[in-house]
C-alpha cells in the first residue's frame, strides 16, 4: 500500500507532524464552544425530524468524530442539519406516527439508505453533478427551508400544541388560533427574552458568541 493511498484513506495520521501544544489548546477551546452550542441545536433537530432529543445527541458525535478522522477536509462540518431534519419528517409522517418505534426504525433504515447511496456518489466521484443545479433553484430551495424552519418551531415560541394540516399555510393558521387564545406566556416571554438578547448581542458585541448567551 503506497503512501498516497494512506494518506487517502488515513489522512488524519499525517495531521501529527505538525501538531502543537498552542493548535491542542485551541481545538480544546473550539471543542467546547461548538459543544455548548452543538447540544441543544442537536436536541431540537431532532424533534424537528419527529424523534426523541437524545437522538439528536447521537447525531451530533459520531458522525463528526469519524468524519473528523477520515474526513478529506478539515473545515467541513459535519453532522444533523436543520434541512435534513426537515426532510426527514416530511419523508417519514406518512408511513408512521412521530417517535414510535416504527418512526425511529424507519429513520434509521433512512439513514443507512442516504449514507450508502452517499458513499456510491463518492467512490464514482459523481459530486460534480452538483454543478448541474443552477442558482435559483438553490436560492429558492434555501430560502423555503428558511422559512418552513423557522415557521416550525412557532407552536413551541408560543408554548401552545397543534397538529399539522394538510397544506402549510393552514397548519400557520391553526398556530395563530391557538396563539390568540392559548399562548403560554412563561414560555413565550423566554422565546422573546433569547431573541432580545441574540439581536442586542450581534449588535453591540458581533464577536462574542452571542447563542450562548441565549441558550
Known amino acids: 500500500m503506497n503512501s498516497r493511498l494512506i494518506r487517502t484513506m488515513f489522512p488524519f495520521l499525517f495531521w501529527f507532524k505538525g501538531y502543537t501544544t498552542s493548535s491542542l489548546k485551541d481545538d480544546l477551546l473550539a471543542g467546547i464552544t461548538v459543544a455548548l452550542v452543538l447540544i441543544p441545536q442537536s436536541m431540537a433537530y431532532a424533534q424537528l425530524a419527529g424523534l426523541p432529543a437524545y437522538y439528536g445527541l447521537y447525531a451530533s458525535f459520531l458522525p ?18 436543520a434541512v435534513v431534519s426537515m426532510m426527514t419528517a416530511a419523508t417519514l409522517e406518512p408511513l408512521a406516527v412521530s417517535g414510535g418505534e416504527a418512526y425511529i426504525a424507519y429513520a434509521i433504515l433512512l439513514a443507512f439508505c442516504v449514507g450508502v447511496f452517499q458513499f456510491l456518489l463518492g467512490v464514482l466521484r459523481l459530486g460534480v453533478i452538483v454543478n448541474l443545479l443552477s442558482h435559483p433553484v438553490v436560492t429558492g430551495f434555501i430560502n423555503a427551508a428558511a422559512l418552513i424552519i423557522a415557521s416550525s418551531q412557532l407552536p413551541k415560541f408560543f408554548g401552545v400544541h397543534i397538529d399539522k394540516a394538510e397544506h402549510y399555510y393552514e397548519t400557520i393558521r391553526r398556530v395563530g388560533e391557538a396563539a390568540c387564545h392559548f399562548t ?15 439581536a442586542g448581542c450581534k449588535r453591540k458585541h458581533p464577536g462574542l458568541p452571542c447563542v450562548l448567551f441565549a441558550v
Not at 64 to 81: D, H, K, N, Q
Open 64 to 81: 463528526p468524530m469519524v468524519a473528523a478522522l477520515f474526513g478529506s477536509s478539515r473545515r467541513l462540518a459535519t453532522g444533523p442539519v
Open 184 to 198: 403560554h406566556w412563561p414560555t413565550f416571554f423566554m422565546g422573546v427574552l433569547a431573541l432580545v438578547i441574540m
